[in-house]
């Protein structure tokens, strides 16, 4: 059984917040709750079964339905973290793009332009 990260803080419970989306919006069980979320019921059930974290999708998804805010939503659900750690994969250039743009820095050249010239206007 694969469990995310979050799942190994000992706070963290979402079926506390899916009980509470339920409660609030007055519905009977968890397909109402995905057909208002507008998820698949799987999705439900596997964020009940920790196979699946709350992501921000769905967070932002609640929100809209209940107005609650996100961290509200958060603490329900007992996620505390204060900070969001990226991998230091993410935001990095591809090899081939850095590459390129380092043999540019030496030549001198400008940075390439997308196609079409870059601009916003039909001609």
Do not use: C, F, W
């Not at 507008?38 to 920790?50: F, N, T, W, Y």
Request: proline share 7%; charged share 25%.
């Amino acid at each position: 059984m694969a469990h995310h990260a979050l799942a190994s803080q000992e706070s963290y419970n979402p079926n506390h917040l899916l009980d509470i989306l339920l409660g609030k919006m007055q519905l009977k069980n968890d397909a109402a709750l995905s057909r208002l979320l507008e998820v698949a019921p799987p999705v439900i059930s596997k964020i009940r079964h920790h196979r699946l974290p709350v992501g921000a999708s769905l967070l932002i998804r609640m929100h809209e339905v209940t107005g609650m805010s996100i961290r509200d939503l958060r603490d329900l659900m007992g996620d505390r973290r204060t900070k969001y750690r990226l991998s230091d994969a993410q935001g990095r250039p591809k090899p081939e793009e850095k590459a390129a743009a380092a043999a540019a820095a030496q030549q001198g050249a400008p940075a390439q332009k997308p196609e079409g010239g870059g601009n916003n206007y039909a001609h």
